[in-house]
């Protein structure tokens, strides 16, 4: 089977391109760096079956980032049947810049002139025909995002890989051509091969290209002797790079005609508000707000306070419930206030399949004549699985929400936005789009810290990126917020589950501060980056991501969180001695004894020695969470049950195992706080650890992390709980700040710190 490389620079529409050809589950952001690593997969309706390699987004061949390196490597060492260059015909010569350092290697190459229709509603205007003679390559029109031109780019990338293609330059008249072919011929003497592509990078002194032809570079240095540009003296690689852009500017676009009018376009006019500098963070957090407010509000357009009449009042009720199919769908959208988006999906999903099916599950579980086993299945298994499983709604909810925001091009502009100020911190704007990936999984947020040439930067971007709260921990979030309105009539959900989520983005800031002006001290690299022009996201790739998360979540209840409910109710219903003991006995039980043991540890954060007997619960909820975030939930719901005493009735938040709970330890809401804190900030999911294990430079930095998890989460969670018990000890907090902030100031004036 042929292989074909998907090769491009970032945000040229490669990896939706990619979805097209293949099918696959291969997730399409809208910023640099958001495919890590090449997918894969068979595109199966051309002549002949074809696999596609997705190459990572990259500017140049030169080895500046992992991703730079991967696609070099790839390119060179497995030797594809054919390159398809995917180039952004709205920004034609920033893109052609690649194209012509892919032109010095021998293999059959192919333009993919992608966004023409959006070059077309520009009013400008490019010639494939006239392009493709000056380039001295195939070009074929296509638009990714509308699928046209698909099926004559793969026909035609066919035909070319049956034909071996010569590797050529744009520097033939530059003035370093001479040296660019002794160095080729020498190479090619040596039996190196695509010799041309290692003479370029030899010449301008790429640290790969020396080390490997060591006994060359005294040709290089020779003419440097004898030679100086006028602009860039003898900086040979300034001099290629204005080489490549000069021969572009000059030649190829000459098949390129602007209209006059498209100067300022609409995406330009946009930006005039999305990227302004006083305007642009506040309009970030409203639409963060929003986003919230449609997930999880309900009272979404018309509030109950309005004096709407509720479905009791419109007699649509029977003992409590709804009288018929229709008026329990009709309670999915309304009843006194109109749901928002991401409640309605919510309770149609909980209301109508997942509470119907749990309950008829229920029922024939019931009928097992060993009593033991119907505890195991109604009241640990299934009683996890639903605390677990009512939450999918909201969650891809708000993945869809976001990924609206990466697609349609808006979060390039955030990471724009927030260079200027993380660039005070020590951190470029590049260390944002990880970081805003850990809203949805840690794990593939951590893996994009490659796109960080910086070690230093790429350390303390992984450590931060738990603090942005994953799906997995808006289980916690909904559940505590809701018990904490119900129980204590105290705040509004919504306000809660937002502040949560701000104040996880402050601690992760607070701690790049400290990072970078101790253990992480180093230059802040540049942040260069394209600003994709605005248009609305690919339907087929919003499923494609939804379906992949969907399917990630399902699999990990039904593995690891269903094992853990399994255990979870094993230890909680047996003793040290192995006696099977009744849900009045729990205190005697194994998971208890472990609790009771590390209770005292969590005191200074509100939910340790200070609660009633049944207070390890908060305990093994958290140490349960590390396993996976959603196991706390499904802890609180495997046990609320033996530790209120009684049938707690079931909803789709968990927020009635959570009351559960507070009545049954006396737990306080600054308490309740301060443990949603601690597991945001705490050490993440096993899986995220191992992502972070393999990210990290060393197993030093990897030890010190785990130690900064733990620390951070205690600390943040203890200013919470004091703050909030007490708010004069918010001075003190203050106080240790400054103090704090003093001491590194005066100590980073004389000394450097080593790298941790």
């Known amino acids: 089977m042929k292989k074909f490389a998907l090769a491009g620079n970032p945000n040229c529409g490669k990896t939706t391109l990619f979805n097209i050809l293949t099918g696959s589950n291969a997730y399409v952001g809208n910023w640099p760096g958001v495919t890590a690593e090449k997918g894969e997969g068979v595109y199966k309706k051309g002549s002949e079956e074809v696999d596609i390699v997705d190459l990572p987004g990259i500017y140049s061949l030169s080895p500046y980032t992992s991703e730079e390196v991967v696609s070099r490597n790839f390119i060179l060492d497995e030797k594809p049947d054919c390159v398809i260059n995917i180039v952004d015909a709205t920004n034609l010569e920033r893109n052609l ?56 780019l793969m026909d035609r990338a066919i035909e070319v890989s049956k034909t071996p293609r010569k590797a050529c330059t744009v520097l033939h008249n530059s003035p370093i051509a001479h040296l660019v072919g002794d160095v080729a011929i020498a190479l090619e003497a040596k039996g190196v091969a695509a010799p041309l592509f290692h003479a370029v990078k030899l010449a301008e002194m790429d640290e790969i290209e020396v080390n490997m032809h060591r006994d060359i570079i005294h040709m290089v240095d020779a003419f440097k002797a004898t030679f100086a540009d006028d602009t860039f003296g003898t900086d040979i690689e300034a001099i290629i790079a204005d080489a490549r852009y000069k021969y572009i500017t000059s030649e190829y676009v000459k098949a390129y005609t602007r209209n006059p009018r498209s100067d300022d376009s609409k995406s330009d006019k946009i930006d005039r508000v999305l990227t302004n500098k006083w305007a642009g963070i506040p309009i970030f957090l409203l639409i963060l707000f929003a986003i919230f407010h449609c997930t999880f509000s309900e009272s979404f357009l018309f509030s109950a306070s309005w004096g709407l009449p509720s479905l009791e009042e419109l007699g649509l009720l029977v003992d409590g419930e709804p009288a018929n199919f229709g008026v329990a769908l009709l309670a999915c959208l309304y009843d006194g206030a109109i749901y928002s988006p991401g409640v309605i999906i919510n309770n149609l999903w909980n209301d109508v399949i997942v509470g119907n099916l749990f309950g008829l599950v229920n029922g024939w579980v019931e009928q097992i004549p060993a009593e033991w086993a119907v505890g195991l299945i109604n009241d640990g298994i299934l009683e996890g699985l639903a605390a677990v499983l009512s939450f999918l709604p909201q969650i891809l909810v708000l993945f869809l929400f976001f990924s609206i925001l990466e697609d349609s091009g808006y979060m390039a502009r955030v990471a724009f936005i927030l260079d200027r100020i993380f660039r005070k911190f020590g951190l470029s704007g590049r260390a944002f789009m990880p970081m805003i990936m850990g809203f949805g999984c840690s794990v593939p947020a951590m893996i994009n810290t490659r796109t960080l040439a910086d070690e230093k930067e790429k350390t303390a971007t992984v450590r931060v990126i738990p603090f942005f709260s994953c799906g997995a921990k808006l289980p916690i979030l909904t559940a505590i917020a809701g018990a904490i309105v119900m129980r204590f009539g105290w705040g509004n959900a919504d306000l809660i589950t937002y502040s949560m989520y701000v104040l996880g983005i402050v601690t992760a800031i607070v701690s790049v501060i400290l990072m970078r002006s101790t253990t992480m001290k180093g230059e802040v690299p540049p942040f260069i980056m394209e600003l994709p022009a605005y248009h609305a996201p690919l339907f087929s790739s919003l499923m494609i991501h939804l379906w992949d998360k969907t399917k990630h979540f399902i699999k990990k209840a039904f593995t690891v969180i269903l094992a853990s409910t399994i255990v979870i109710w094993f230890i909680s219903h047996f003793s040290f001695d192995w006696r099977m003991l009744s849900d009045e006995q729990i205190n005697e039980s194994i998971l208890a004894g472990v609790g009771k043991l590390l209770q005292p540890v969590f005191t200074p954060l509100g939910f340790g020695a200070q609660l009633t007997e049944w207070g390890w619960v908060f305990a093994v909820a958290a140490i349960t969470g590390l396993i996976a975030k959603e196991n706390v939930v499904a802890t609180f719901g495997t046990l609320a049950a033996c530790v209120a005493g009684a049938v707690v009735a079931e909803d789709e938040e968990g927020i009635s195992y959570v009351v559960a709970m507070v009545n049954a330890t006396g737990i306080t809401v600054p308490a309740l706080l301060a443990f949603i804190v601690f597991n945001m900030t ?6 995220a650890v191992a992502t972070a294990r393999g990210e990290l430079p060393t197993s030093k930095s990897f030890k010190w992390t785990i130690v900064f998890w733990l620390a951070a989460s205690y600390i943040a969670s203890a200013v919470v709980y004091t703050i909030g018990s007490a708010w004069w000890t918010l001075f003190i907090w203050l106080a240790v700040a400054i103090i704090v902030g003093v001491t590194i100031h005066f100590v980073n004036r004389r000394s450097k710190y080593a790298v941790v």
């Open 682 to 687: 705490t050490i993440p999911c096993f899986a």
């Open 97 to 152: 810049y690649l194209t012509t350092q892919l032109m010095e290697i021998d293999v059959p190459i192919i333009i993919a002139l992608n966004m023409m229709d959006a070059v077309e509603k520009n009013g400008d205007k490019i010639d494939p025909k006239l392009l493709e003679e000056l380039v001295g390559l195939p070009v074929v029109p296509i638009s990714a995002m509308k699928g046209t031109g698909i099926k004559e």
